[in-house]
């Protein structure tokens, strides 16, 4: 499975982004996607996920302000950011995951991040 992420860019705080990441390859295995963010000099942090059945889990400073969606069809997955601040700013990757089996570890892909950043 590759992931291809787009969508970064510069906002004004209080401003709106939407991230998109289209996967080719294998898609047929994936089951979970996610979004994550890493910010210079910090670790790589969850910032939402959405199973294959539509449930979603966001990170607290993520709750109210983004949403997670995904399309089964084009194989993507989309982050819209509202109510942007200046500690959104990050690279943010998106991830896709699977296991085989149910006693199995999770496989993950990664994108290759798109840069975020919130500023005036």
């Known amino acids: 499975v590759q992931l291809q992420a787009s969508g970064g860019g510069l906002v004004q705080p209080g401003g709106s982004l939407s991230l998109s990441c289209a996967a080719s390859g294998s898609t047929f295995d994936i089951q979970n996607w996610g979004w994550y963010r890493q910010a210079p000099g910090k670790q790589r942090e969850l910032v939402a996920t959405i199973t294959s059945n539509g449930r979603t889990n966001y990170a607290d400073s993520a709750k109210g302000r983004f949403t997670i969606s995904r399309d089964n069809v084009l194989n993507t997955v989309n982050l819209q950011m509202n109510s942007l601040k200046p500690e959104d700013a990050a690279v943010y990757y998106c991830?896709?995951?699977?296991?085989?089996?149910?006693?199995?570890?999770?496989?993950?892909?990664w994108g290759q991040g798109t840069q975020v950043t919130v500023s005036s």
């Open positions: 991830n896709a995951n699977y296991r085989p089996h149910y006693y199995d570890p999770y496989v993950h892909f």
